[in-house]
């Protein structure tokens, strides 16, 4: 079953705006790990937030997860047509031993900034 | 660093046939997971090798399909035979074990598309 969940399916913006993607998942976590993917390419990893961290940056990119209530956000500040992507959360399972878990993703959410 | 190598990128192919991809993970990698991406499925989980042995097998579809994983450095999934709901992008991804962020990150494969006619 999925475990990660992105909302919305789609987004649309205009260059210089900024875009917010969400991710609910059902079960407890180690981390959240967001992914974007180009179309026809592999997807390439942005950024990872532990289960102990409420909010982390990189660059353009913010992320927050708020445990309590199983989800996680990606603001993407000041975009860009390059930013045109699918982007997915995905989680892994807190398991025995605790660590170093298969990941389950979402379904993505299709983001594209028109120039 | 290539990075993660598939092979081949595009495969067609009539039903009945068999079908092997390859992948390739990063040097030094230790785990490797086969992925399939779908519009209706989302991306799924195969199974995954640690150390060269598959620990999860689960998300394999049926007994059509197989992995193996002879050594450190090379992986194939074979469906045989193949059928056209089998059509979809495989991903290969590779992992390493340095602490960190980088013990948790998959690194993925350009994909194979393959089409079953």
């Known amino acids: 079953s999925q475990q990660g969940e992105e909302d919305p399916q789609a987004l649309s913006i205009q260059e210089g705006e900024n875009a917010t993607m969400n991710c609910s998942y059902k079960t407890s976590i180690n981390n959240l790990q967001w992914y974007r993917q180009n179309s026809g390419r592999g997807l390439v990893h942005l950024i990872l937030?532990?289960?102990?961290?409420r909010e982390k940056h990189s660059g353009r990119l913010r992320v927050t997860l708020d445990t309590s209530k199983k989800s996680s956000s990606l603001l993407i500040t000041a975009s860009r047509a390059a930013d045109t992507a699918s982007y997915f959360c995905?989680?892994?399972?807190?398991?025995?031993?605790?660590?170093?878990?298969?990941?389950?993703f979402g379904k993505g959410t299709l983001l594209t900034v028109n120039p | 660093d290539a990075g993660v190598i598939q092979s081949p990128r595009h495969e067609v192919t009539e039903m009945g046939q068999e079908v092997t991809l390859r992948c390739k993970p990063i040097s030094g990698h230790n785990s490797l997971f086969w992925y399939r991406q779908t519009m209706m499925r989302g991306l799924e989980l195969l199974i995954y090798?640690?150390?060269?042995?598959?620990?999860?097998d689960s998300g394999m579809p049926e007994d059509r399909f197989s992995a193996k994983m002879p050594n450190a450095s090379f992986s194939t999934l074979k469906i045989q035979p193949s059928e056209p709901r089998d059509s979809a992008v495989y991903f290969c991804a590779s992992r390493g074990t340095s602490g960190g962020v980088l013990a948790d990150t998959q690194y993925f494969g350009p994909g194979t598309r393959l089409t079953v006619l």
């Open positions: 995905a989680t892994d399972g807190v398991g025995s031993g605790g660590s170093n878990y298969k990941l389950t």
């Open positions: 090798f640690n150390n060269n042995v598959p620990i999860d």
């Open positions: 937030i532990r289960s102990n961290e």
